[in-house]
């Protein structure tokens, strides 16, 4: 099993910290940059197609939750299940940067910020 260490490459469009999550830990998932077959994630298509790094660099969007690509059914599902608060992590990225993100959400040993 992988340590979880702090990587700004692991750190997912939509705010995510990969290098924390556990299939990524155990080797099951290359983590969302990598995962090319996650076709389906909305918020990955749109990152990609506009060339950003995360969420945190839309200007159309300056609150993720207001974008139907990160707020969508699925999100909301996803948040609900697993307590994550995803658009705090899109804040943390603006405040702290990808590599303070990475370096706070490995230190806090969690995927995500919690609601």
């Given at each position: 099993?992988?340590e ?15 290098g924390?999550?556990?299939r990524?830990l155990?080797?099951k ?12 994630c ?26 139907r690509q ?9 948040a ?8 705090a992590?899109?804040?943390q ?7 303070g993100?990475?370096?706070?959400m490995?230190q ?8």
């Amino acid at each position: 099993m992988k340590e979880i260490r702090a990587d700004e490459k692991l750190v997912a469009y939509c705010g995510l910290y990969c290098g924390a999550c556990k299939r990524y830990l155990q080797e099951k998932c290359p983590g969302c940059p990598g995962f090319d077959q996650a076709t389906w994630c909305k918020i990955r298509t749109c990152c990609q197609k506009n060339r950003f790094s995360t969420c945190a660099e839309c200007r159309e969007h300056p609150d993720p939750m207001a974008c139907r690509q990160f707020n969508n059914l699925v999100s909301k599902l996803f948040a609900l299940v697993f307590r994550s608060d995803r658009a705090a992590c899109v804040d943390q990225i603006k405040r702290l940067g990808l590599p303070g993100h990475a370096e706070r959400m490995s230190q806090l040993k969690h995927q995500t910020l919690r609601k």
